[in-house]
């Protein structure tokens, strides 16, 4: 026993609890929470005590950006610009403009779709033909951009009225032989059955263009994931065969196998699509003459209907 250090003595002994205090407060039952109570960890009505958030720091990158991250980058910048009917709806470019042709059920939509990393830049739909509209897409800086990406309606639908098809076939034909801001043209084909005579009858129209080298062209064989690698390698040699009747000493073809659900082949095309665009002078100048020249205004899409809502986990859920 220790002793009060003001007085010296000795402290006093507590009193001796009442027997019927201490009986009343070991039985007295504990309160019971309700189940929100019980859900905060609130008793007796305590604030629940502050989170602990655990800040881990990323680790930074030390490595800089490939060209071809680089190149999704900018293709990602893709913003619809205007729609035609009619090639003489379509304004005067200064631009490269690079066309995306393909049947209607050899994944058009939802290649650009997968190269711009946007779910509805270009409108699919489960009814093929639908589209019979040539969409522009401007690329680059909102104030000078350097290309324009148009996607031109699929080919080779059969539910579309005859004289219809017709239609949109001669205006294709004209816009791929006589659009002069044409630079580019990516043809989809679909890796599984290779080149259709649809597909050989479009390289007619362009393969004077692209054999000069006026027009370059790169050939994207959709859908390879669902290929082997034996059957990718024979359809890589059947379009090898078929393209070297356009080869000179002046054209520039290439061709890639490629998967928007395996991402195969996005970051090599975004780099090649890159490469075309006009250099940062070039589209500075363009973007003056356009500020410049008086023009009419421009044609806004209509927005996509149920059967247009596109799905980047399904790519195969569209036909165009």
Partial sequence: MTRDTESGSAPKPAAPADAK???????????????????????????????????????????????????????????FFTTAAQLHQLPFNELPEVAFVGRSNAGKSTAINTLAQQRQLAY??????????????????????????????????????????QRWQEVMARYLEQRRSLSGVVQMIDSRHGFTELDKQLLEFVGPRVQTGEVKLLVLLTKADKLNRKESAESLRKAQEVLAELGTDDSDISITLFSALKKLGVGDVAETLQGWAATPEEAAQAADNARAAPREPLTAREAPDEDDEYDMDDPDSRED
Avoid: C
Wanted: proline fraction near 11%; aromatic fraction near 4%.
């Fill in 21 to 79: 205090t201490v009986a009343k407060t070991a039985t007295k039952p504990a309160k019971k929470l309700s189940a929100a109570e019980t859900a905060r960890g609130i008793r007796g009505g305590s604030k629940p005590a502050p989170k602990h958030i655990h800040n881990t720091p990323q680790p930074k990158r030390t490595t800089p950006l490939t060209p071809a991250e680089l190149a999704l980058g900018w293709a990602h910048s893709a913003r």
């Fill in 124 to 165: 699919a739909s489960k009814k093929p033909g639908r589209t019979q509209h040539i969409n522009l897409f401007q690329l680059g800086p909102m104030d000078a951009p350097n290309m324009l990406w148009a996607d031109l309606p699929g080919y080779g639908y059969a539910a579309v009225e005859r004289a219809a098809k």
